[in-house]
């Protein structure tokens, strides 16, 4: 099984590349707890998307803590990455979203997969659920994992979340909510004005999905390159072509809540709250305080 995290964001909330941010008790980054916990239930290949001036970093910095028999890439999220026989003339300086992120990956990726973010902590038990959905015996592996979306806000400012709508199991919709946070004691998308119970599921971006979505997306990718609006800052989401799969192809796409805590850095603020949880997890002794036992 193979999972693919996606580490080429700016942080531009942050202050800095949060993904390359030494959080862990043994400065670990947030991305090494998923990887740990990845490989516990199963998963045997680790595919990192990140910038192109950071892959030879990332690289090394993995290769020298993961386990013998663990196969990884890092490969670069580049603009100049588009489908054959497509062109763009509209200036592009920022990365083409999380679906090109996915499709980056493309030429490695060989069976199912499960698709992170390198910058949230999911708790061992997503990774659990996320293998069974990727070793149960359907025609098309995919699959969310998500989590209860009073448990994802951020104290420090608003969040983008996508809610779920689940009918006996199966997503059947996610709408991107762009500013959702708690005020008072409500929780709401201050876009839209939606007021949420906290009680919906969200998804955080932790989907398992097979080689099919690379075809389509590339379609998808396609299309979008026509629409000259969107070349220069518009972005390809993930779920958005997920939610495309629902509706074009009746994609059936079971839903597993994470049974785990979810925590994140969206805010520099956030930076605190991170690094107490990991210290916190280690003196509990959910995960030894050197994580890959090594050096530094």
């Not at 290949?45 to 803590?65: G, M, Q």
């Not at 996915?102 to 997503?126: C, H, M, Q, S």
């Not at 201050?190 to 009680?199: L, M, P, Q």
Request: with cysteine; charged share 25%; aromatic share 10%.
């Amino acid at each position: 099984m193979t999972l693919l995290l996606m580490a080429a964001g700016n942080g531009s909330r942050y202050g800095k590349l949060k993904q390359f941010d030494d959080l862990g008790p043994h400065s670990e980054f947030l991305m090494e707890f998923s990887i740990f916990d990845a490989i516990k239930y199963g998963f045997t290949h680790i595919v990192a998307i990140t910038k192109k001036d950071k892959v030879d970093f990332l690289k090394e910095h993995l290769s020298k803590r993961l386990p013998n028999g663990i196969k990884l890439d890092v490969l670069a999220q580049e603009i100049s990455d588009v489908p054959e026989h497509t062109n763009y003339t509209t200036e592009r300086l920022k990365p083409w979203g999380t679906a090109h992120a996915v499709w980056t990956a493309r030429n490695v990726i060989k069976g199912p997969f499960a698709v992170i973010n390198a910058d949230d902590f999911y708790g061992e038990l997503a990774f659990k659920n996320a293998a069974r959905i990727m070793n149960s015996e359907t025609e098309n592996t995919f699959g969310l994992i998500s989590y209860t979306l009073k448990d994802t806000l951020s104290t420090h400012g608003s969040v983008s979340r996508g809610v779920c709508q689940i009918e006996n199991g199966i997503l059947t919709k996610v709408e991107e909510r762009l500013k959702i946070e708690k005020q008072n004691n409500s929780i709401i998308d201050t876009d839209s004005g939606i007021v949420f119970t906290g009680e919906e599921e969200a998804s955080m971006n932790f989907w398992v999905c097979d080689t099919s979505i690379f075809n389509y997306i590339t379609n998808a990718f396609k299309l979008f390159l026509k629409d000259e609006g969107k070349i220069k800052s518009s972005e390809i989401f993930l779920p958005f072509i997920v939610q495309e799969m629902i509706s074009k192809e009746n994609l059936k796409v079971p839903v597993l809540n994470s049974e785990s805590n979810w925590f994140g850095v969206t805010y520099a603020e956030d930076r605190t709250m991170a690094v107490s949880k990991l210290v916190e997890m280690t003196k509990n002794e959910d995960y030894p305080f050197n994580l890959w036992n090594i050096n530094q």
